[in-house]
């Protein structure tokens, strides 16, 4: 038990260093989902925050929703995952195909990573202060 948790506070302070050097990468990424989906079903996690729990007791969380990104992300090389800017027209089709998805699919997590990407970097130093301001202002 002391021993997973000193692994995972290292694995932790790992991924702020990548995220800080904007090294974060969808093997990083595929890690994050595998750590989620060993705390437990989706519908479970969900119940953990404060007030999700009502709101979705009649929605259906399926866990297979993260099927298709891990097919996506395993279809890449490892040069692909480690810097997706080379990801282009040819080789997303390409991932499409062996991934068993549509190019769409690709570029909307392509997308999606991105957007992740940019607000786990302005989480980083003070960032989070930011994004906070502008979110209230957005209301």
């Known amino acids: 038990e002391r021993a997973q948790e000193q692994y995972?506070?290292?694995?932790?302070?790992?991924?702020?260093?990548?995220?800080?050097?904007?090294?974060?990468?969808?093997?990083?990424?595929?890690?994050?989902?595998?750590?989620?989906?060993k705390m437990g079903s989706?519908?479970?996690?969900?119940?953990?925050?404060?007030?999700?729990?009502?709101?979705?007791?009649?929605?259906?969380?399926?866990?297979d929703a993260f099927k298709p990104i891990e097919a996506i992300i395993h279809s890449m090389t490892p040069e692909e995952r480690s810097k997706p800017s080379v990801i282009n027209a040819s080789r997303k089709k390409r991932i499409g195909k062996g991934s068993g998805t549509s190019v769409q699919q690709v570029n909307q997590l392509l997308k999606q990573f991105s957007q992740m990407s940019k607000m786990m970097k302005m989480m980083q130093g003070g960032g989070g202060r930011k994004m906070m301001q502008m979110m209230k202002g957005m209301k």
Do not use: H, S, T
Not at 30 to 37: E, G, M, P
Not at 42 to 63: C, F, N, Q, S
């Open 42 to 63: 989706m519908k479970d996690l969900m119940g953990m925050i404060p007030g999700a729990g009502k709101m979705l007791k009649d929605v259906e969380i399926d866990d």
């Open 8 to 37: 995972d506070e290292e694995e932790a302070r790992k991924l702020q260093k990548k995220i800080a050097k904007n090294e974060f990468g969808f093997d990083d990424f595929l890690n994050q989902l595998q750590q989620i989906k």
